[in-house]
């Protein structure tokens, strides 16, 4: 199974970007897939969640209410719409086969991320 992320890019603060995780080899319809962020010399962050059902989201705190998850389940593919970009949302994201709880758990299968930097 091969999790890959697109759409990471440099962007101004406030802007949107739309990040992409294509599935092969697993089918997004039977697990939960997460979207984490690393920052240079900080910990790995989960920021949302989605069932494999599209039914229930999670989203910490940091993002709740910006980052909306949704996922399109014909095309294996799990979206993160990154809206009002701000400069701590600078990272590398990833997304994951996970547990969708407080916090949100990834597990076996890890994308290889993609970049999104927010200039001011």
């Known amino acids: 199974a091969l999790l890959v992320e697109h759409g990471g890019d440099l962007v101004e603060f406030g802007g949107s970007l739309r990040l992409s995780c294509a599935a092969s080899?697993?089918?997004?319809?039977?697990?939960?897939i997460g979207w984490f962020r690393q920052a240079p010399g900080k910990e790995r962050e989960g920021v949302s969640c989605i069932d494999p059902q599209g039914a229930d989201m999670i989203y910490s705190e940091s993002v709740k209410g910006r980052f909306p998850i949704s996922s399109d389940d014909a095309k294996n593919v799990v979206y993160l719409q990154m809206n009002n970009l701000k400069g701590k949302d600078t990272a590398k994201y990833f997304c994951a086969t996970a547990l969708c709880a407080g916090p949100i758990f990834g597990y076996k299968y890890w994308g290889q991320g993609t970049q999104v930097t927010v200039s001011s």
């Open positions: 080899g697993l089918n997004t319809e039977h697990y939960s």
